[in-house]
Each structure stands twice: as structure tokens, then as C-alpha cells.
């Protein structure tokens, strides 16, 4: 596919010009887009590398000038989606996503259908902040520990799914639960519209997200009556390092949230109107970089092992 990618998408590109579909500049922008797509789907190259396609080749095609293609890539939405990566790592990395897992299935009332309930509402309060892949691959262990311990084998697929879709449907709850979320913030500003900012959002997305677990829960646990109580892992005590974690991203989602509600935000109250969501996201990331974990006096709370898998 290295050599192949470029080829197909040169000829498909000729084809429809050939064929008088596009104009001469818009056919050169699908080509660009579909060599771009077909190494990513591919993985010919690392994907940040095959994104790197279209800041090389629109400008030297004269399709749009260096200037407005790199400020495509460093704009704000963009910015705040990798703050938002990389906060979420630093998540990981402490293991306190899995202590709130834990708390929030918990909490929920005793039986079966209810177990369901909570891994559900976990997942999605988990993936509003963090990637629903990664929010899935750490919930899943703890949910095939309960199926395996539970006598009732009709909760398996009810549990798995549950998992799977509130993972999606956690994502619509907040502005970096997903990358959509951003592009169409991004693309209803450029339509003329007002900014929507992170709390604005969440009067939307969060809503949603509740009547849409509710809804797939009730539905998946329909055929579940079992009252058994299911032993859950002891996530043991807290750790310092769980503790400055959540304490940093409490703090940003405070900050994400009241940047321009109430009463103009503290972007008003502070006289700063220039800040936004990226600036929050990054000063949080620094933070994290600066703040000791607490294992070991090197030891940062995010480091660069960690941040580089994003």
C-alpha cells in the first residue's frame, strides 16, 4: 500500500476529472484525501506521519497556502483534543479511572440488572473524559470477573454490551468525549453561529447521554431477574498519586465549565477574553507534568513515556 495508495488515489482522482465531476482543484484535494485515507486505514506509515500528507501536498499544489493549512492544524478544537488525550493518560497512568469504576458500580443498588446499571453509568461517566477504546479495554476485565463469579450465565451478553454501547454514548457528553463532538463545534462556529462553549454543550450532552443508558439498559436487562449479590474487586486504598490525578482534572473540568457561565465565567470576571478550552487543557498537562506522584521523588504525576502513546 505505499506505492499503491498514491497510485489508486491518482487514478480514481483522474477518472472523475476525466470525467468532468470536479474542477481541477477540488479533484487534486480528493486525491490528497484519499491517499491520506488509504494510509491510515492501511497503517503503511505511523498515522500521525500519514497525517502529515495534507500539510505537505495542499500547499505545494497551490490548493491553499502554507499559512491557512498550519493554522488548520493548530487550531483551538485541535488543541483541546489533544489537552484532552493527554489528561486522559495521565488518568491511566494512576489507575484512578478504575477506582471511580469501581466507586460508581458500587453505589448502585444490589441484584444483577442493577450490576448492569452501574457498569453502564461508569463506563459512560468515564468515557465523557477519556477514550471510549481505552474506558472499554479497562472495564472489560472487571466485567468478564463478574460473569466468570456470577451463576447467571443470561448476564453475559446483557453486561458486554451494556459496556460497549455506553462507551459510545458516553462520548456525546462532553466536547472532547469524542473527536465529532469538536468538528461539529468547530463547524457550527464557522457557519456564523455563536461559540458553544463546554458547559453548553454538556446542558445538551449530558441529558442525552443519561436517557440513552437508561433506555439501552432497560432494554438489555429485560430478560434479567437475578437478585444474586456479585462480589466486585477491592480497589484497595487511595494512592497519592490517584488523589493529585483527579484533584488536577477536577479542577480543569471546573475550569472547562465555568470559563463562560455564570455571569460571563472567570474569563469575564478575570478580564482574560482571549482564553479558551485548548489554554486550560494545556495549563493542566503542564501541571501534571510538574506535580510528584507520589511513588518515587523523580516520579511525575505525567511524564513522557506515558504522553508519547497517545
Same mark, same amino acid.
Given at each position: ?16 476529472? +476525466?470525467?468532468?465531476? *470536479? ?10 484525501? *484519499?491517499?491520506?485515507?488509504?494510509? %491510515? ?22 490548493? /491553499? ?14 488543541? *483541546? ?11 491511566? @497512568?494512576? &489507575? =484512578? ?8 458500580? +458500587? $453505589? ?8 448492569? /446499571? ?18 472499554? #479495554? ?6 468478564? $470477573? ?6 447467571? @450465565? ?7 454490551? &451494556? ?37 453548553? %454543550? ?20 429485560? &430478560? ?7 462480589? #466486585?474487586? +477491592? ?5 497519592? =498519586? ?8 477536577? #479542577? ?16 469575564? %470576571? ?24 507520589? +511513588?518515587?521523588?523523580?516520579?511525575? *504525576? ?6 508519547? @502513546?497517545?
Amino acid at each position: 500500500m505505499l506505492v499503491l495508495g498514491p497510485l489508486l488515489a491518482t487514478g480514481v482522482s483522474t477518472l472523475i476529472y +476525466n470525467f468532468g465531476l *470536479l474542477e481541477m482543484d477540488a479533484t487534486i484535494t480528493l486525491g490528497i484525501a *484519499l491517499w491520506t485515507a488509504l494510509w %491510515w486505514i492501511f497503517e503503511t506509515v505511523p498515522i500521525p506521519v500519514a497525517s502529515l500528507l495534507p500539510l505537505s501536498l495542499l500547499p505545494l499544489f497551490g490548493i /491553499l497556502s502554507p499559512k491557512v493549512v498550519g493554522e488548520k492544524y493548530g487550531h483551538p478544537l485541535v488543541l *483541546l483534543l489533544l489537552g484532552g488525550f493527554l489528561l486522559s493518560k495521565a488518568m491511566e @497512568k494512576s &489507575g =484512578a479511572h478504575r477506582r471511580i469504576a469501581l466507586m460508581m458500580v +458500587n $453505589a448502585c443498588p444490589s441484584g444483577e440488572k442493577f450490576l448492569i /446499571l452501574g457498569f453502564m453509568t461508569a463506563t459512560a461517566f468515564l468515557s465523557m473524559w477519556i477514550s471510549n477504546t481505552a474506558t472499554t #479495554l479497562m472495564m472489560l476485565p472487571m466485567a468478564l $470477573a463478574v460473569i466468570q463469579s456470577s451463576q447467571n @450465565k443470561k448476564l453475559t451478553i446483557p453486561l458486554l454490551l &451494556g459496556i460497549a454501547f455506553a462507551a459510545n454514548v458516553g462520548g456525546i457528553g462532553t466536547p472532547i468525549g469524542t473527536p465529532p463532538n469538536l468538528v461539529m463545534i468547530g463547524a457550527y462556529k464557522d457557519m456564523g453561529f455563536p461559540e458553544l462553549s463546554f458547559s453548553q %454543550w454538556m446542558k445538551f450532552g449530558v441529558p442525552v447521554t443519561i436517557i440513552m443508558v437508561l433506555v439501552i439498559w432497560l432494554w438489555l436487562s429485560r &430478560g434479567i431477574t437475578g437478585k444474586n449479590q456479585i462480589e #466486585l474487586p +477491592n480497589p484497595g486504598n487511595w494512592q497519592s =498519586a490517584e488523589i493529585r490525578t483527579l484533584a488536577v482534572f477536577a #479542577l480543569t473540568a471546573l475550569a472547562w465549565i465555568s470559563r463562560s457561565e455564570p455571569f460571563g465565567g472567570w474569563k469575564t %470576571w478575570l478580564d482574560l477574553p482571549n482564553a479558551n478550552d485548548a489554554s486550560v487543557a494545556f495549563l493542566a498537562v503542564i501541571a501534571l507534568f510538574c506535580i510528584p506522584s507520589g +511513588n518515587s521523588k523523580k516520579d511525575r *504525576l505525567l511524564d513522557w513515556k506515558t504522553a508519547n @502513546k497517545i
